[in-house]
C-alpha cells in the first residue's frame, strides 16, 4: 500500500464525500466495517471503483478505537495507522468515570426505531431522540411494526410528531410494505445512516426487508425482543446509501449535551424566556412562565416531568466524569448534614 488513493467517486459508495479526509502520502484510505479488539475488517476502493475488504491490524498506540463508520488510513504495512477526525458521531452512556461510548462515526441520519406493538413508548421516543440530535446528524422516528395498529400508525405518528419535533416520523411495516419506499428516500447515494432503537425494535428485518436480504432474525419472546446484531456493522445499501447496523439498545440512560434536549423539547425552550428568571429551572422557581404552562394544561405535565429526569441526569454524569465538580458537590453535601446535625442539638 504504497500509492495515495486519491479520494475520487470511486468512494462514494462507501459514504465518502469532499467534507470527508484525504489520506495523506503513502496509505491508502478506508473505512470501518465493524471493530475485532485489535483488528477492524475495513473497505477501501481502487480507482476503477472497485471495493476490496480487508482485515486490518490496528497500530498499538492507536490513541482512538475505531468504531463502524470511522475512515482509517492504512500504512504501508497494512496497519491501521490513523483514524480521522469525526464529523458526526452517535454515543450513549458509558460506565462511570469513561464517558460517553461511541457507537457509529461520520453519519448524516439517525433511524430512531421505536416499535408500535404494544403501544407507542413515549419515553424512548424522547430520550432516543435527544441522543439522535445530540450527534449532529438528522435524525428520522421510523415507527415500526405499524400494522399491529388498528389505523396503522395514524395516531401514533401523530402523538410522536408532538413528542419529537423537527423530526420526520415514518409508520412503517416489512409486513406490507408501508413507508418502505419513503425509508428509502432517506438512504440515497452517499449518505450514511444508523439505526439507533431497542432490542426487537425490527432494526434487522427492516434492512431484510430494505435490500432483499437475509440477516439472522431472532424470535421475540414473552420478556420482549433479543437481538442479533452483537457487532457494529456497515452495509452498502443498493440505494447508494451506507447502513451501520448497531446492537439495541438496552439502557435509555441519556449522555447528551443540554442543546439536544432542547431540540427535542422546543415547547419548554420556547416558555424559558417568560419566565421571571433567566436561570429558571423550572422547578418551584418564582414566576416560571413553563410550570404556570403545565399548571394550566397548556403543557403536558408529562413532558415537564421527563425534561427534569433528562437534565438531572446529564447534571449526574457532568460530575460523575469530572472528579473536581464531584468532590466539590460532596463537600456541599457534608455541610448541609453537618448544619443539618447542629440544627437538631
Known sequence: MTDTLTPTSALTPLGWTDGDPHPAPGTALARVVVHHGTRCEVLTATPDGTLT????????????TPVAGDWVELGPDGRVATVAARRAVLTRAGTAGHGRQVLAANIDTVLIVVPLAGGLNATMVERLSVMAWDSGAQPVLVLSKSDTTPDGGTQDT???????????????SVRTGEGLDTLRAHLGPGTTAVMLGPSGAGKTSLLNALEGTDETVASIGRSGGRHTTTTRRLHLLASGGVLLDIPGIRSLEVAAGRSAVDDVFTDIAALAPYCRYTDCGHDGDLGCAVEEAARTGTLPTTRLATWHKLQGEIAYRRRREDPAEMADTRRQWKAVSKQARRNRR
Do not use: N
Open 53 to 64: 475488504a480487508h482485515t486490518a491490524d490496528i497500530t498499538p498506540t492507536l490513541p482512538v
Open 158 to 172: 401523530a402523538t410522536a410528531e408532538l413528542l419529537s419535533p423537527g423530526i420526520p416520523v415514518l409508520p412503517v
